[in-house]
Structure formats: structure tokens, C-alpha cells
């Protein structure tokens, strides 16, 4: 039986040019010109004003949208997708932004809630995942993302197609918010072992040690991770990283901010204690977000408020670290 429904839900499918809604700027949801769009009517896309109706063309629908409250208002407002209440097109919502875990099981609860408009084969109610991405921009560009899902195991495996189309690899988290749960817990060791990096290689810097070599060391020892042999955050030692570009076109440190307070949040929620999530939040995150919750003591605050924000988070070797470009 489950086979049969897989197939079913696989079959179901009938993918053609995409739909693509003006990009979210504000509340509630503006209308934007369609000279906009110029790159994608030239990709062959289609365009519509509003999610609603994008969710009335689609039976596919996929947002990437900053933050939890953007979601919602993509969702739940006014002209969001599920605007004809009950009653939906869409069979598979994908949602790839990257929230707190919460929202994303509040709106898959909304939409396990509806029935679809065109019943076909086993699909009777439309499925909701949560898709965040991991990558960056790089990533993006080469089509190398990886996909960590939340919700319905058999929405999960019909929809693996279309993360593979984007990606090169894709993760099954288990239920609703669980991907999002992954992504935040992702980024926080990212934003840990960056600054882990970062630290040791602008003291070896001061004890007389080239970022080369004590690069390679690490690398070739115990010391090894991601942060130092792909992303390595010193300039001149490492080509196609933001850290070459002067910390230019890669994952800006108000997004790993941000990551890093939904992280802090979460944790709150359930009662954790994470201290290298309020470490890094205390180095990475902006001071006007901060001042606002009160939650967490503002000791360094640099990257934001020293006009560092929109620069790659791989920049905190040179700004908090005062570490040297390799010449």
C-alpha cells in the first residue's frame, strides 16, 4: 500500500514553467512591475502579483522567504496561499526559508487542515514541507545545495525530484519542523566552528605562524572541518571563498545573526542551556535586535554595527579577531 501511494503521489505530478511571485519586501503584500521579472520571462517562467494566485496556477509551490514572520504573511495574509481557506490547488507546499521550528509547524498544521480543490489518485489533502537549504551561495550557484525535509515521509519522497533539480543532496529530518530544526542547528555549529577557526588562526598569526601552515596543519590533523578547508576565512589563502572577494558574496553576517537568535530562542523554549549559542550570539548578532528581547548581554557587537553586516559571517577573522590577510 505504501508503494502504491508513492507512485501515486509521484504520478501525480505534472511539472511545467515555473510560477514566480514578486519578491516579499513589506507588509502586508505589494504589487510589483512585471519589468521585474524580465530574467525569469526570459527563462521561460510565468509570473503572477500575489501568492494566492500563484497558488491558484500551481500544484507545486516553493518559498524561500528571510524570516518567520515574512512566512506567515506569505501564508496566512491577506493575499498569502492559503487565502481560499479550506479549499486549496496546490498538492505540495515546500517552504525552503530558514525559521524557527514553530512556525513551520503551525503552518503545515494549516495546510494538513485543507482539502484540495481537484482530488487526483490518493492525493486528497494537500502535504506541507519544511525544505531550508545549506550551501550558501556557492552552493546555490553550482546546484549543490543540500536539503534538510520536515513533514510527510511520502510528500517527502514524491518531492525528491524536485530538491535533486536544485540540489545535489537531500536529507529525510522526520516530522513537521524538522528540517527547520535542522537547519538552525546546522548554522549554529557553522557559526561555533567559524569563529573556533577563526580564533586559532589569528593566534597563531601572533605566535609567528603563517594562516598557510597552520591552514595545512589543520587540515591534514584532528583539527580539520569545513570552516578551514572549504571556507576558509583568511584572505589569500584559499581561491572562490567570500574571504578572497574581501568577504563579498557569501552568507552575510546579519543572516547568521539572525540564524544564531532563532537558534537562542529555540533552545529557550524548551529549556536548553547552549552558552556557544549566546558566545557567538555576543560577536555575531546586531545590537538593535538585541536591545529589544534583552535576553542575552551585548559584549561584542562589531560586525553589525561597524557597517559589516551585508559582508560575509567568515569575517569575523578580520573584524573581531583583527586577524592579517595571508600576503
Known amino acids: 500500500m505504501a508503494m502504491t501511494r508513492f507512485r501515486a503521489l ?49 500544484d507545486v509551490v516553493i518559498t524561500m522567504l528571510p524570516s518567520s514572520s515574512h512566512v506567515l504573511d506569505v501564508y496566512n495574509g491577506p493575499n498569502g496561499l492559503l487565502k481560499g ?24 498544521a494549516s495546510v494538513s487542515n485543507c482539502t484540495l480543490k481537484d482530488k487526483k489518485d490518493l492525493w486528497e489533502n494537500p502535504f506541507m514541507l519544511d525544505a531550508p537549504v545549506s550551501g550558501g551561495v556557492l552552493a546555490a550557484e553550482a546546484g549543490t545545495l543540500t536539503f534538510m525535509v520536515g513533514g510527510s515521509e511520502y510528500a517527502y519522497l514524491a518531492a525528491k525530484p524536485i530538491f535533486l533539480a536544485m540540489g545535489k543532496n537531500t536529507i529525510y529530518c522526520g516530522g513537521a519542523g524538522n ?10 555549529a557553522m557559526a561555533v566552528s567559524m569563529l573556533g577557526v577563526s580564533e586559532a588562526l589569528s593566534l597563531g598569526q601572533s605566535l609567528g605562524i603563517t594562516a598557510s601552515t597552520l591552514t595545512k596543519i589543520f587540515n591534514s590533523s584532528s583539527a580539520r572541518c569545513w ?19 574581501n568577504y563579498g558574496g557569501g552568507f552575510a553576517a546579519k543572516l547568521m545573526a539572525k540564524d544564531l537568535n532563532l537558534a537562542a530562542a529555540s533552545a529557550k523554549d524548551i529549556g536548553r542551556e547552549c552558552p556557544l549559542t549566546s558566545k557567538a550570539q555576543e560577536i555575531c548578532s546586531d545590537q538593535p535586535f538585541l536591545s529589544r528581547v534583552k535576553t542575552f548581554p551585548i559584549r561584542y557587537t562589531k560586525l553589525c554595527e561597524d557597517g559589516h553586516e551585508s559582508e560575509d559571517f567568515s569575517g569575523v577573522f578580520r573584524h573581531y579577531y583583527s586577524g592579517k590577510d595571508e600576503v
Open 179 to 188: 528540517g527547520s530544526a535542522a537547519k538552525l542547528c546546522n548554522n549554529l
Open 10 to 58: 509521484v504520478s501525480s505530478f505534472n511539472f511545467k514553467s515555473p510560477l514566480i511571485f514578486p519578491p516579499f519586501q513589506s507588509s502586508p503584500i505589494r504589487r510589483f512591475s512585471s519589468s521585474q521579472f524580465e530574467t525569469f520571462f526570459d527563462m521561460g517562467a510565468l509570473t503572477k502579483e500575489t501568492p494566492s494566485e500563484v497558488a491558484e496556477a500551481s
Open 227 to 245: 570552516s578551514s578547508d572549504a571556507y576558509n576565512p583568511v584572505p589569500g589563502v584559499m581561491e572562490g571563498v567570500p574571504s578572497s572577494r
Open 85 to 108: 481557506g479550506n479549499f486549496l490547488r496546490p498538492r505540495l507546499l515546500i517552504d525552503s526559508s530558514t525559521i524557527d521550528p514553530q512556525t513551520s509547524r503551525k503552518i503545515s
